[in-house]
């Protein structure tokens, strides 16, 4: 019995076994039965998907060279051992047409991959649809003239057209727009330069326009700053990306100094942090310091940047964008042939497009942008968005100016314009005034006052020391100036230091300028309010995105300001048409030019200059000298705690 019952066990063993064997060995074959009718759709149906339909249905078909590239299956051997050539399967054909004799010519191949490529929803750009891309390149690049359509036809006050091809470095056209170009033509021989202004058709090419405005020769330029892919990534991640620029907050009460971090929030939450909340300058956007050890937070003296662009730039960029802005697609120029060109005098021998043949608005608000802002010649720039009135002139920049109190508020940029100014008045500079903070100047007879203040909570590439008792924000200023008189004109220079701000807090900044000069001219019609835009800088090498981002922010700033009444003076072109290398401190030459086109905003109209004392004068706060210097920034002491020092802010707390 035992015997029996282990054998029977055995059996069905082995039967259990084979059984399994079996039904794997079934499984097996459906499955690879199945992939293989699957591929052999797969691959047939592509390759001939749309030959055309006979009128009966059926496809028409040839006899097809042996070196074709396509696939095709092959059914069995015939006795004279011929490969027959199949059509493939349309996709849910289960079976061959009737009367097909087996082949396909080369022809109907071709005109069933066109179909297909005019069907389909993808662009070929080969038979294979294999390609190599790369994003543009300056070194493959084309550029046409377009008209005049001669060289040797460019005549003065001629406006040139240049066709720009994007291509890829394998030579490929670009589909698409959003490079990021930089343009000019200059003379340095000559000191004239005129900027170029480009638009992008959104297909990979572009128009370049350009004005012919002096006789002689010139060199055409053309840079490509960023590819569009690059523009891209400045555009949704670095401007919008999780800034948070810092400050190193000295605190000092007594003798007593300590330092903590600071920080720019925009709709943020902390805790156990001091709260500074400017008066009027911003409402969503706080500025906060970590709690000093032991000071109070109303002893914060002054502000050190801590925050460094590149630094910044770099956290921000992923690993797999970085050859977006580096090697041959950051700052590289295109190769132009004809790129010297001749420009020749006008058919009534004029050198330069006479001015009275322009018919130009007058200078002020919300002037139109034409295809170029105007030319350089003899170190002299020559406005072709407004009829300029005024030059470098002493007698009619007091003429101008006068019973005026001229507040010029910002960086440093906005420092070089006091400055020129306050030397064509001739009422003198320190040396150190280049790293002051606050400067101030007085012409008596005419009753003109010209001062300059920094803004507060800016970001430097050096950690330069802030003395909070010295700066003001801008809407502040704006706000409190009726106290002495309403004949006053405001400049804002809203850009070089605020590119590490969270950029609705920017946008924010700006706003509340606008609404406090919309504010203050209801009481003060007289109050004109001058915005300067930012220009490019090129310093690609450490500043990479820096210039497309300022560019951003002019956008922003006539976004904002359009239709306000503020007098938006674009210095973009003005300063990249200038025939010497571009910094952020432009020569004095530029800046004199800068302040003869500010006079001519100020006043459009000629006037007759007059230099007679008049007995209306404006009352300015009363001072024992023309000139009141803080201490620079190289030698400046941490201030004993005043009230002075917390002017900036509304009020101080802990959070």
Request: proline fraction near 7%; charge should be negative.
């Amino acid at each position: 019995m035992l015997h029996d019952h282990s054998s029977k066990k055995v059996w069905i063993g082995k039967r259990t076994i084979f059984t399994s064997t079996i039904i794997i060995c079934l499984i097996i074959c459906l499955f690879g039965f199945m992939v293989n009718l699957k591929r052999e759709e797969t691959i047939l149906a592509i390759n001939n998907l749309q030959e055309p339909l006979k009128p009966n249905g059926m496809l028409q078909s040839n006899s097809i060279q042996p070196d074709s590239r396509t696939q095709y299956l092959s059914s069995s051997s015939s006795d004279n051992h011929q490969e027959d050539h199949l059509l493939p399967l349309l996709p849910g054909q289960r079976t061959r047409p009737p009367n097909f004799d087996g082949v396909i010519s080369d022809d109907s191949l071709v005109d069933s991959l066109q179909m297909f490529a005019n069907r389909a929803p993808f662009v070929h750009h080969s038979i294979d649809a294999v390609t190599s891309f790369d994003v543009t390149c300056a070194a493959t690049t084309v550029v046409k003239l377009a008209s005049p359509a001669d060289y040797e036809a460019i005549h003065v006050g001629d406006t040139l057209h240049y066709i720009i091809e994007a291509k890829d470095s394998y030579g490929r056209p670009r589909t698409i727009g959003g490079d990021f170009w930089l343009g000019a033509l200059k003379s340095p021989h000559l000191i004239a330069g005129t900027a170029a202004k480009i638009i992008d058709h959104d297909n990979g090419t572009y128009s370049m326009y350009l004005t012919a405005g002096w006789k002689g020769d010139a060199m055409l330029e053309l840079t490509l700053a960023h590819p569009s892919e690059g523009v891209h990534w400045l555009k949704t991640t670095y401007k919008y990306g999780d800034h948070l620029p810092i400050w190193d907050g000295e605190f000092q009460l007594g003798n007593i100094k300590e330092t903590s971090k600071c920080y720019l929030m925009y709709d943020s939450t902390w805790n156990n942090m001091c709260e500074y909340q400017p008066k009027k300058a911003l409402k969503h956007t706080k500025f906060v310091c970590d709690k000093p050890f032991t000071l109070p937070c109303e002893s914060l003296a002054g502000i050190r940047g801590a925050s460094n662009f590149p630094v910044e730039f770099s956290r921000l960029l992923p690993t797999e964008k970085r050859v977006l802005f580096s090697g041959e697609h950051l700052y590289k120029n295109v190769a132009i042939p004809h790129g010297f060109i001749n420009i020749k005098e006008r058919t009534d021998n004029q050198f330069t497009i006479p001015k009275d043949t322009l018919q130009l608005p007058l200078c002020g608000p919300d002037l139109p942008s034409p295809l170029s802002d105007g030319y350089w010649y003899n170190g002299q720039w020559n406005s072709l968005v407004c009829d300029t009135k005024q030059t470098y002139n002493k007698a009619s920049a007091i003429q101008c100016l006068e019973h005026t109190n001229v507040v010029f508020t910002g960086d440093s940029t906005t420092r070089q314009w006091f400055a020129s100014l306050a030397k064509l008045l001739d009422v003198g500079l320190p040396e150190d005034h280049d790293r002051s903070f606050f400067l101030e100047r007085t012409l008596a007879a005419p009753d003109i006052n010209i001062s300059f203040v920094f803004h507060p909570l800016s970001t430097h590439p050096k950690p330069i020391f802030v003395n909070m008792s010295q700066v003001r924000f801008e809407v502040d200023i704006i706000l409190d100036s009726p106290r002495y008189t309403c004949n006053n004109v405001i400049v804002v220079s809203p850009w070089a230091h605020f590119i590490m701000w969270p950029w609705d807090a920017y946008v924010e900044w700006l706003t509340h300028i606008r609404d406090a000069m919309i504010e203050v001219k209801r009481q003060c019609p007289e109050l004109k309010v001058v915005i300067k835009s930012p220009h490019a800088v090129n310093k690609q090498t450490t500043m990479k995105g820096r210039d497309f981002m300022f560019k951003e922010m002019m956008h922003a700033m006539r976004e904002v300001f359009q239709g306000s009444g503020v007098m938006f003076i674009d210095i973009w072109d003005m300063d990249y048409a200038y025939p010497a290398p571009m910094e952020l401190h432009m020569p004095d030459e530029v800046i004199n030019q800068e302040i003869a086109l500010f006079l001519s905003y100020l006043c459009p109209e000629n006037m007759q200059l007059s230099l007679t004392p008049t007995s209306e004068n404006i009352h300015l706060p009363p001072t024992s000298e023309n000139i009141h210097l803080p201490p620079t920034t190289e030698n400046t002491q941490l201030p004993q705690t005043s009230e002075e020092q917390m002017q900036l802010f509304k009020n101080v707390k802990v959070e």
